[in-house]
């Protein structure tokens, strides 16, 4: 082979020889025309490029096809920079932020003097038809520092970020059509190759997302190579919107947020309380069968704690500001593991009292820029049900096994799949890579062992130690974050725990973070949105509404109540307005029971039981075994209604 040809492999394992220079694109061509037909990116030695890329070097090459994941992103990124264009052409003097792909579409953020309306955006779908339409190529350009300076000197968004390039920065320029946008690539080959482009809404967003920066406008949107798929997503945005959390939460009387408390702090009303309590409880009783001990520590704690801890030198910018006290700086703890290690500490541990398992209940404060707080999901301060195992090196493995014995537990309580993720290194940390290592290898080795499949987060863990992260799929499919486990080889280092060993020497412990709910703020946010505040009975605020059917039986009617309330049922009696208004509004408010009682029912001590979402449908039942109906489905937190 001669110095003018490289190797490039392929992933079928043939290997071949192409003129040095050679693009993606010609080796499409190379290996058949229908692939050359179908191309969109590539993959080049682990990075996706463009059809344009040139191979200096020999490579290993995958071509994309609208068939594989990687070319959504693509074309999300190229659906961007055609959705640049549109703005550009119906508003000349717009600025040009960033326009990067996301989990479900795209986004371009623009710096105009009007905020974009309902019908801008339908003229800017309309100028994308007429983009795609023309199939502008995209065109990828190398410059030097001073040519991108000139070809953005009308554009301040794209000389801030110039001004941050190092000096050997490759510098690259895509054009499309008019369009010329600062952009590391890669895209499709042109307009013509995206699928179906949809706008979705506009927001505002602060540039670089810094609250003391000028305010942006946003555009988000969504594109799929067919229109099916997009129609599938559509209805899936409109169930997720009549889900929302937040204005369930109103509706439901669940939960506020007040200026005058706080941006992202969390008003719990009595009947999200209520569901707060029950998930406490359940886990509380769930713990404690799995061995756990309850602690409390203090949620405000001096700053000493945490420079031991590294959280002042690793995670100060998520932390609130010290408050001095006599000479002495505290701080809102955020985390709950310094004062388990504390609690730890009090006492000489022998190997035999290991393993040592501590939970709590803690709430926590961390900062959140303004403009990420999002309801219940994105909040400044929240109630974490964390716990901390302290054991042996030899005990790792079994313990990590437990912990996910118990995830497993919790989470087909609530009715969730899920899927698990091995977080690792991430670029601040603390810690030896060897260490590192050897706990990515004990994790791995815990979710082989049980037959798990698994996908690897690089670079996802805490700057403390590698995770187990599990990922909570909903009724609509979406994924949230949930329970973590994670193995830590460095805070008992800079505590300096220790046990005493059956050599009678001292030895250090290893120390496992776990959540199961995680954030409980979070969790119930999701929750509502998941069960689409429809509540299986046993967490429902409100468990069985009665209806007198007139004012003569309102004692009979209360009667009943109180035979529900006995046994702990959340019953309550509703005797005002018309009884389809009543009947109407216990739908409304998703309660679990209605039981509607009449002169039938008052004579004969039956009660004429509505189930939630049965629509008309009554079904007559003896008041005592009504009681225990409700009474058993709640204990057995059922999660399927019965009938």
């Not at 209940?361 to 195992?389: C, I, K, N, P, W």
Request: one cysteine or more; aromatic letters at 8%.
């Amino acid at each position: 082979m001669s110095d003018e040809q490289i190797r490039v492999a392929l992933p079928d394992g043939t290997v071949l020889e192409v003129p040095r220079g050679s693009t993606v694109g010609d080796v499409a061509a190379r290996i058949g025309p229908g692939l050359a037909k179908a191309a969109l990116a590539s993959v080049v030695d682990g990075e996706t490029r463009d059809l344009m890329y040139r191979l200096e070097t020999d490579a290993a090459v995958r071509v994309l096809t609208e068939r594989d994941p990687e070319a959504l992103s693509v074309m999300r990124h190229s659906a961007a920079h055609v959705l640049a264009t549109a703005v550009r052409l119906e508003r000349p003097g717009a600025g040009i932020g960033f326009g990067p792909a996301i989990d479900e579409g795209f986004y371009y953020d623009f710096e105009v003097d009007e905020p974009f309306t309902p019908d801008d955006l339908a003229r800017f779908e309309k100028r994308i038809e007429e983009i795609v339409a023309e199939d502008q190529a995209f065109e990828r350009r190398v410059v030097g520092q001073e040519e991108a300076r000139e070809l953005f000197s009308d554009d301040p968004l794209k000389l801030e970020r110039l001004d941050e390039f190092p000096d050997d920065e490759v510098i690259t320029v895509y054009r499309n059509g008019p369009f010329l946008d600062l952009c590391r690539g890669p895209h499709v080959p042109s307009t013509g190759r995206l699928g179906r482009v949809k706008l979705l809404s506009t927001a505002g967003a602060y540039w670089r997302g810094d609250e003391r920066r000028q305010m942006l406008q946003r555009i988000y949107g969504t594109s799929f190579f067919r229109q099916a798929e997009l129609d599938e997503h559509l209805e899936r945005l409109e169930e997720a919107r009549k889900r929302d959390h937040r204005v369930l939460g109103r509706e439901l009387d669940l939960y506020s947020t007040d200026p005058r408390v706080g941006s992202g702090l969390v008003l719990w009303h009595p009947k999200g309380a209520i569901l707060r309590m029950e998930i406490e409880n359940y886990e509380r009783e769930l713990i404690l069968r799995h061995g756990y001990d309850l602690v409390y520590t203090p949620h405000l704690m001096s700053e000493r704690i945490f420079e031991i801890s590294g959280h002042l030198e690793n995670f100060a910018e998520n932390m609130y500001g010290p408050v001095e006290v006599e000479g002495t700086r505290y701080r809102p703890k955020p985390m709950n593991c310094p004062g388990h290690i504390t609690i730890f500490q009090t006492q000489h541990r022998s190997y035999r009292d290991l393993p040592i398992r501590m939970a709590e209940f803690g709430t926590v404060y961390r900062y959140e820029r303004s403009g990420v707080l999002h309801g219940m999901l994105r909040v400044r301060g929240f109630t974490q049900d964390d716990a901390h195992v302290f054991c042996t090196p030899e005990q790792v493995a079994g313990e990590i096994d437990r912990l996910i014995d118990l995830v497993d537990e919790m989470l087909e309580t609530f009715g969730y799949p899920y899927t698990v993720e091995l977080s690792t290194k991430p670029d601040k940390a603390l810690g030896s890579d060897e260490q590192w290592a050897e706990a990515e290898r004990t994790l791995a080795g815990v979710l082989e062992g049980r037959g798990m499949a698994y996908e690897i987060d690089a670079g996802g863990g805490a700057f403390y130690g590698p995770k187990l992260d599990f990922k909570l799929i909903d009724a609509i499919g979406r994924m949230w974050q949930g329970p973590t486990v994670q193995l830590d080889f460095n805070l008992p280092e800079r505590f300096e725990l220790e046990y005493i060993g059956d050599d009678n020497q001292p030895h250090r412990p290893v120390m496992l973070h776990r959540v199961l709910v995680g954030s409980m703020e979070r969790f119930v946010g999701g929750l509502v949105e998941h069960y689409a505040g429809a509540f299986p009975v046993w967490l429902a605020p409100e468990q069985v509404r009665v209806l007198p059917v007139s004012e003569h039986w309102v004692d009979s009617a209360a009667e009943l109540v109180e035979s529900l309330k006995e046994e702990g049922i959340r019953a309550s009696l509703h005797d005002r307005e018309t009884l389809s208004h009543r009947i109407r509004d216990a739908e409304l408010h998703k309660v679990p029971y209605m039981g509607v009682v009449g002169e039938r029912e008052a004579e004969a001590g039956t009660v004429a039981v509505r189930r939630r979402g049965s629509g008309r449908k009554q079904v007559t039942m003896d008041r005592a075994d009504f009681v225990r109906h409700v009474s058993e489905e709640a204990e057995s937190r059922a999660i399927e209604e019965t009938h």
